[in-house]
């Protein structure tokens, strides 16, 4: 059974910092590994999706990179900015899988002016 | 274009009543899903439609669950005999294909607060 863990839970940094969110799944079986967004109260907003075939991708101060040998995902904001605040979390699909998406538990992110 | 849209945004319900959660998918897409989030915690998968079959409800807590898709586009989650441990953000996604990889668009999701 795929499990995915997000380290840290929170984390709070002042504003222009850049960060690093790690995610680690546990089954490298995957068809890809997705990076969202959620606002208190609020649906999901799709940051990133890597394929299983890719290492990163980008998107504007974003950079999400995939290790699947080792299980790893990392999720890079550059010059973070007080609208970065929120909770992000990771989903992997696994092959197999009925492709549904397994997620953690997310890092609650705070930027401080 | 119009994105995944679910209804109502906020239920409360007393225990021991019956609930029906509303999904409209992205029009054209194939593939549905149910999740449910807890206070704190990432969403966990509920159940799976490709069109109007039903492939996956492995995560249906209890058959107290149950959800529908009958045309292949709008989706019913109805929880009959709510409980407190019913409470929960209930999200739905959809992706454009049934096969792996696709990616998933979700909806704002419906608050459910049983009292």
């Known amino acids: 059974k795929q499990e995915v863990t997000q380290i840290p839970a929170a984390l709070s940094v002042p504003e222009g910092e850049n960060l690093v969110l790690n995610c680690s799944f546990t089954?490298?079986?995957?068809?890809?590994l997705q990076w969202f967004r959620q606002d208190p109260g609020k649906g999901l907003t799709s940051l990133l999706l890597?394929?299983?075939?890719?290492r990163e991708q980008t998107s504007g101060r974003l950079n999400a990179s995939l290790d699947k040998s080792s299980g790893r995902s990392t999720l890079y904001i550059a010059a973070s900015q007080p609208g970065d605040s929120a909770t992000y979390l990771c989903?992997?699909?696994?092959?197999?899988?009925?492709?549904?998406?397994?997620f953690g538990t997310g890092t609650q992110l705070k930027v401080e002016l | 274009g119009a994105g995944v849209s679910q209804s109502p945004r906020y239920k409360v319900a007393k225990r021991g009543q019956d609930v029906a959660l509303r999904c409209d998918p992205i029009?054209?897409?194939?593939?549905l899903f149910w999740y449910q989030q807890a206070l704190g915690q990432g969403p966990e998968f509920l159940t799976y439609?490709?069109?109007?079959?039903?492939?996956?409800k492995s995560g249906l807590p209890s058959d107290r669950f149950f959800a529908e898709r009958p045309e292949g586009s709008v989706s019913t989650l109805k929880i009959q005999r709510t409980q407190q441990e019913d409470s929960a953000v209930y999200l739905c996604?959809?992706?454009?294909?049934?096969?792996?990889?696709?990616?998933?668009?979700f909806g704002p999701g419906t608050r459910l607060t049983v009292t």
């Open positions: 996604a959809s992706s454009w294909e049934d096969t792996g990889g696709a990616e998933q668009y």
């Open positions: 089954d490298s079986a995957i068809y890809n």
């Open positions: 890597i394929q299983s075939s890719q």
């Open positions: 989903a992997a699909q696994v092959t197999g899988g009925g492709n549904k998406l397994t």
């Open positions: 029009s054209g897409h194939v593939s």
């Open positions: 439609f490709q069109n109007e079959a039903q492939l996956d």
